[in-house]
């Protein structure tokens, strides 16, 4: 069974671009979430999807958003891109059944570099 | 407000003793704790949860330990081997939440040959 597979892997832009990173789900898995990973913060919460509807969102601004497909792929936007916004961006997937316990399974990442 | 947290940056151990990470967490409701481990260049992948009616979970050479009261859960790895070296995350989530996993920042495990 293949992992989730995140693409770009690396990307690098500049201030006020956007950015969109792409993130296929296991095959039968339904939700997909984004994680941001900065150094010294572990991993932050960005927004959860499941069956093309957002579930869940983290405190991050408009700025950041994301959207499932009926496929269960998914994507993720920054636009007007900030240097804070650098970091590893990390998208999971489960099933999404109501009983979930937690565990994700995650894809290598989308590393961003803002300069 | 961090509702996870590890204080712990870093931790090295010399291999076959025993590695234990700490983790505290503010949230009383949280109903399942999950530890995952990363590696460079790699995806964090789940290692071992506990539910919070129980206060240890047992898998191979990882236990897990939860204290409700002290809201305090660790992680012990005996013995410890070099291929542990990792960054470990710790994480909670409620069961109402979905997958929205809230994680900690991460402790730095070397473990020494």
């Known amino acids: 069974k293949a992992g989730v597979t995140q693409t770009p892997r690396y990307l690098i832009k500049t201030r006020g671009q956007q950015v969109t990173l792409s993130c296929s789900p296991i095959s039968g898995h339904r939700s997909v979430s984004w994680y941001q990973q900065t150094p010294g913060q572990g991993l932050q919460f960005l927004f959860e999807y499941f069956s093309e509807t957002q579930r869940n969102k983290g405190n991050f601004p408009g700025r950041f958003s994301g959207r499932q497909f009926s496929n269960s792929r998914s994507e993720m936007n920054v636009s007007t891109l900030e240097l804070g916004d650098s970091a590893l961006y990390l998208c999971?997937?489960?099933?999404?059944?109501?009983?979930?316990?937690?565990?994700?399974?995650f894809g290598e990442g989308s590393r961003l570099t803002v300069l | 407000d961090q509702q996870v947290k590890q204080n712990s940056p870093s931790l090295s151990v010399q291999e076959g003793r025993i590695s234990i990470l700490n983790c505290d967490y503010t949230n009383s409701m949280f109903d399942y704790f999950l530890w995952y481990k990363k590696y460079p260049a790699e995806g964090p992948t789940f290692l071992i949860s506990?539910?919070?009616?129980?206060d240890k979970n047992e898998d191979g050479r990882f236990t897990v330990f939860l204290n409700k009261s002290a809201k305090h859960l660790s992680l012990h790895i005996v013995p410890s081997q070099p291929g542990d070296s990792a960054v470990y995350f710790c994480?909670?989530?409620?069961?109402?939440?979905?997958?929205?996993?809230?994680f900690g920042p991460g402790t730095s495990l070397s473990v020494i040959p």
């Open positions: 506990i539910s919070s009616i129980k």
């Open positions: 999971a997937s489960s099933p999404g059944d109501r009983g979930q316990t937690g565990e994700l399974f």
């Open positions: 994480a909670a989530k409620k069961k109402t939440s979905y997958d929205k996993v809230i």
